[in-house]
């Protein structure tokens, strides 16, 4: 069954940290793999995907995220954090021939000043 | 463009009591869903339509049924309301799938609909 698995509910950094939230999936296929991001009292929103190509992807906000296939992983990056960017992240994996995206549980990302 | 547009955005329910909860896309798209958000277990499929006229069943579809009579509106029922159907309730759609493949294509999201159901 396909399953994601972000092992952080809560992380906390400073203003101008570098940031990486977890992401791990099982899969049986060809993963197709996503970011999204929630504001409070918000839906989702896409920050980036992957499904095919260059294993490090660049999104909207100054995120990236590597595919690692060995590893099973698909890490959200990012150099530098600004307040803004405090929100719940969710890891969403999927495949070509299903119609479900199947959501990890989600990290909240708290920015400290 | 109003994107995905989620009516109403909050209710409160006596347990037994019914209702329905409106999804409005005006993009277009083919696919539509609904989900439920509940702490700690990110978002869960409950289901979803591949057309007009079409329902199907996803993760969690027990206590809920749906309806797709016009492509833009995915109508998602309660008939008797549960506590354990407290939730916060977004729906989604996408051109195609699966989403995002193709520029433009992405899954867009409503804001979501918060429910207590007492």
């Known amino acids: 069954a396909q399953s994601v698995t972000q092992p952080d509910i809560h992380i906390t950094v400073s203003e101008g940290a570098s940031l990486e939230l977890r992401c791990n999936y099982s899969?049986?296929?060809?993963?197709?793999l996503f970011w999204y991001v929630q504001s409070p009292g918000q839906g989702l929103q896409l920050l980036l995907k992957?499904?095919?190509?260059?294993?490090l992807v660049q999104g909207i906000k100054g995120f990236e995220a590597e595919f690692k296939r060995s590893q099973s992983s698909f890490n959200l990056r990012k150099p530098s954090v600004h307040w803004s960017d405090a929100a719940e992240y969710f890891c969403?994996?999927?495949?070509?021939?299903?119609?479900?995206?199947?959501f990890g549980a989600g990290t909240i990302l708290r920015v400290k000043s | 463009n109003a994107g995905v547009t989620q009516t109403p955005k909050f209710r409160v329910l006596k347990t037994g009591q019914s209702m329905t909860l409106l999804c409005a896309q005006d993009?277009?798209?083919?696919?539509m869903y609904w989900y439920r958000q509940d702490p700690g277990m990110g978002l869960r499929l409950i289901h979803y339509?591949?057309?007009?006229?079409?329902?199907a069943k996803g993760e969690v579809p027990d206590g809920y049924n749906v309806s797709r009579l016009k492509k833009q509106n995915f109508l998602l029922g309660l008939e008797s309301a549960a506590p354990s159907q407290t939730s916060v309730y977004f729906c989604?759609?996408?051109?195609?799938?699966?989403?995002?493949?193709?520029?433009?294509?992405?899954?867009?999201f409503g804001q979501g609909t918060r429910l207590t159901v007492v």
């Open positions: 989604a759609s996408s051109y195609s799938w699966p989403p995002g493949d193709r520029e433009g294509t992405e899954a867009f």
């Open positions: 993009m277009n798209h083919e696919y």
């Open positions: 969403a994996v999927c495949n070509s021939y299903g119609n479900k995206l199947v």
């Open positions: 899969y049986g296929a060809t993963p197709y």
């Open positions: 992957y499904f095919s190509g260059d294993t």
């Open positions: 339509s591949v057309g007009e006229g079409t329902t």
